[in-house]
């Protein structure tokens, strides 16, 4: 098979076609998730949302997207990802509308739910699709690449946001978002295919003596019991806990940073955003680098690394205070692991299990995740609200970064895949 699957009309293998597609719908999907932090402060100023309030309306998104997550694995191993984003993209480009319409604080949960439920299908599909498509070796480069799209909508709507809100309001930054979103659901279902054997190719950077290309689908049976054995694996357990409170880190500083800024700091509204643009310039920096380099040093060393320096990170923030460099410089790094940790454990997914399996194991280990993050916005609004200081969040913070890179030092290395 000497031929990598590049066609002879082109030369171009679709593999980077899906890269690009799937790349632009990260970027769009994560500036609707992400720049939801952008947007809190002048949701809370206009609408009178508590810190609570506004965490809890990001956690509608999580519950909602953590459930069906799951089920868009499912679906992805079984009808292909070419069926289910498309669908689920239009999910996305209407709950994102309907948040500009929100007139209440349950209006908002409930359309930022809808949102969730399209965005389900913005990361698990997505990670299971473009993994099928690069060989293993090639994997973190493509996952490297492919990451850059969310690290880059934070980063373009950390500007792009206040500039609207400056010249109409925050309600049609959801709107041009939900429009673009409608537009790509046309994008993807052009473009994209389930897997290398529907354009007769095989993944990108596969070698002859590789071994075979992506397999179909399993029989139901054959899901259940997959699924059932990973659910008594101890690394499964161990790696998906590291990233709960990895998850839990994370966005103690995300969905707050901008509103820390803005009421705890006094920066301006512009100034205040610029936190999520660093950020994010940070995210591109950090999957440009560390995905390639955990195919070298391993996917287990480049988590726990990456966790412990997410732990400085936070201490950092802590400490700088009011200082705008040193914050923006922290800022920046935290960015940096931030894009480079969802990589990290969904490219676990493929190397400690099957495949074919893939993409369930994928949205299994996205439960841990998604309730890290709620559980982040639930306590550290309500510990704001109390205190009214981000200074025990964001110590918080740091300590469960500290436990989640200890918790990979238990993952046992996995032997050689089927």
């Known amino acids: ?78 009808i292909g990802a070419r069926r289910v984003i498309p669908f689920f993209c239009i999910i996305l480009g209407v709950g994102t509308i309907l948040m500009g319409t929100a007139q209440s604080f349950w209006q908002a949960c409930i359309f930022y739910g809808i949102v969730g439920m399209g ?54 930054c959801w709107y041009l978002l939900g429009i673009a979103a409608l537009l790509m659901v046309v994008v993807n279902a052009l473009f994209l295919r389930s897997k290398p054997e529907d354009k007769g190719v095989s993944p990108w950077g596969q070698l002859p003596d590789d071994g075979g290309t992506a397999q179909g689908a399993p029989s139901a049976q054959a899901q259940k019991i997959r699924f059932s054995e990973i659910l008594t694996l101890p690394q499964f357990w161990i790696i998906g806990s590291s990233y709960f409170l990895i998850a839990a880190a994370l966005y103690l500083i995300l969905t707050f940073m901008v509103d820390y800024a803005r009421y705890e700091l006094g920066f301006s509204y512009g100034k205040a955003s610029m936190l999520a643009t660093i950020h994010g310039i940070g995210q591109i920096v950090g999957v440009l680098t560390i995905p390639m380099a955990s195919d070298y040093i391993g996917r287990r060393m ?24 040193w914050l923006f410089i922290s800022i920046g790094f935290i960015g940096a692991f931030f894009g480079a940790t969802f990589p990290m454990y969904g490219a676990c997914g493929g190397d400690y299990f099957k495949r074919e399996m893939m993409g369930t194991v994928i949205g299994a280990l996205t439960l841990f995740y998604g309730s890290g993050a709620i559980i982040a ?38 032997g050689k895949r089927a």
């Open 1 to 78: 098979m000497a031929n990598e699957g590049k066609p002879a009309s082109s030369g171009l293998h679709w593999a980077w076609v899906i890269l690009a597609v799937c790349f632009v719908d990260l970027y769009i999907s994560y500036g609707i998730r992400l720049g939801y932090s952008v947007l809190l402060p002048e949701m809370i100023r206009t609408m009178g949302f508590t810190r609570r309030q506004g965490g809890d309306i990001f956690n509608s998104y999580f519950i909602v997207y953590v459930i069906f997550s799951l089920f868009t694995g499912y679906l992805t191993d079984r």
């Open 119 to 172: 965005g389900a299908a913005m990361w698990t599909p997505i990670i299971t699709l473009v993994q099928k498509w690069f060989a293993i070796k090639k994997k973190g480069m493509a996952l490297g690449i492919l990451s850059t799209g969310f690290g880059l909508g934070f980063a373009t709507m950390g500007k792009f946001y206040p500039v609207v809100v400056a010249q109409w309001s925050w309600r049609y």
């Open 302 to 325: 480049t988590i726990l690394l990456t966790n412990a320096c997410i732990a400085l990170s936070v201490l950092s923030i802590i400490l700088a205070g009011g200082n705008e460099p």
């Open 377 to 414: 916005n639930r306590m550290g609004g309500q510990i704001r609200d109390a205190t009214g200081s981000f200074y025990i969040p964001f110590g918080i913070a740091a300590l469960a970064a500290i436990f989640s890179a200890l918790l990979m030092f238990f993952v046992k290395h996995p």
